[in-house]
């Protein structure tokens, strides 16, 4: 088991630029999740899905994020355009819902953006 | 989902167990309590969770009060890599569409040789 893949690791861009974040949950897991941390905010969830429809965007910062889960396998979040405010760690983390109750989440790695 | 209060920070020997405490006073019948760490840099990993039942598996051991308004995660026997911040949660369990974690400030463990 490879566990959650997120990809790039590390991402440096310019102001206005459009980024976009890649995550390869673990297969059979039927919910993904995007986080941001910083040292300010510490974990926020930004947006999950369940069987690939996106369930509560709520914590999704403003029109610029936009997240797209079109297969069990693979999700995006993009930033459009991005600010040097959106610096931080993107972590994706996945799991497998039973009506019996949820065990644990798996994160990726992250991928620590920074915009210059 | 109920809120939680952790101290900020925490020392412990090595070798020696660890006790971190998680109060949960508003904890509802149906919410689970969850602990996940994240080691610097790196990102969370689940610990162990329960409902009312003490649990124990390979990386900790959770122990609920009576009432439940409290737990203990203890890590038997604590190394330097055990040194990571230390997330209480509490969250309905089986609930689609409400399966979103929430975390809060944790508990930074420091381990000491």
């Known amino acids: 088991d490879a566990g959650v893949i997120q990809s790039p690791r590390h991402e440096v861009t310019e102001m206005g630029q459009e980024v976009t974040l890649r995550c390869k949950p673990i297969s059979g897991h039927n919910s993904l999740f995007w986080y941001r941390q910083t040292m300010m905010r510490g974990l926020e969830l930004l947006i999950y899905?369940?069987?690939?429809?996106?369930?509560?965007d709520s914590g999704m910062p403003e029109d610029r994020f936009s997240a797209k889960m079109p297969n069990a396998s693979f999700s995006t979040l993009k930033i459009q355009p991005s600010e040097p405010r959106d610096s931080a760690v993107y972590f994706c983390a996945s799991t497998r819902f039973s009506t019996s109750g949820i065990g644990g989440y798996t994160f990726g790695s992250g991928t620590r953006l920074t915009v210059v | 989902d109920a809120k939680t209060t952790q101290p900020p920070s925490m020392d412990c020997a090595e070798g020696r167990a660890a006790n971190l405490p998680c109060n949960h006073s508003t904890i509802s019948g149906n919410e689970y309590v969850y602990w996940y760490r994240q080691i610097h840099s790196q990102g969370p990993q689940y610990i162990i969770h329960?409902?009312?039942n003490n649990e124990t598996n390979e990386m900790a051991s959770l122990i609920i009060t009576e009432d439940r308004k409290s737990s203990t995660l203890i890590l038997p026997h604590a190394t330097l890599r055990d040194t990571a911040v230390y997330y209480c949660?509490?969250?309905?369990?089986?609930?689609?569409?409400?399966?979103?974690?929430?975390f809060g400030t944790g508990t930074r463990l420091t381990i000491i040789p």
């Open positions: 329960g409902l009312k």
């Open positions: 899905f369940n069987n690939n429809v996106p369930i509560d």
């Open positions: 949660i509490v969250r309905v369990g089986a609930n689609f569409g409400n399966e979103k974690l929430t």
